[in-house]
């Protein structure tokens, strides 16, 4: 049963400054990626997003949900 991992955009506003969800998994579930590029243009830091890329990896230990300083994370596990 896979977990659900749900990241609110609007308060994880500075997810290329912060990473502190990616630093504390120790299943490296996280990853930041870029939410628009432009060609010949370096990508503004403010155009970068978390995304839960291998959430089957998770094993719901709940650091990056207490590291997360503006509460952007939420983890839950359904009952599939």
Known sequence: MLPTI????RK??????CKKCLQVCPQAVFMV??????????????????QAVF?????????????CPTHALKVEVGGD
């Open 6 to 9: 749900d990241i609110d955009p």
């Open 12 to 17: 994880c506003h500075t997810p290329f400054k």
């Open 33 to 50: 990626v870029p939410t628009r590029v432009e060609r010949f243009k370096e990508t503004d830091p403010e155009d970068y997003e978390v």
């Open 55 to 67: 959430r089957d990896k998770c094993v719901v230990c709940m650091d990056c949900v207490e590291v």
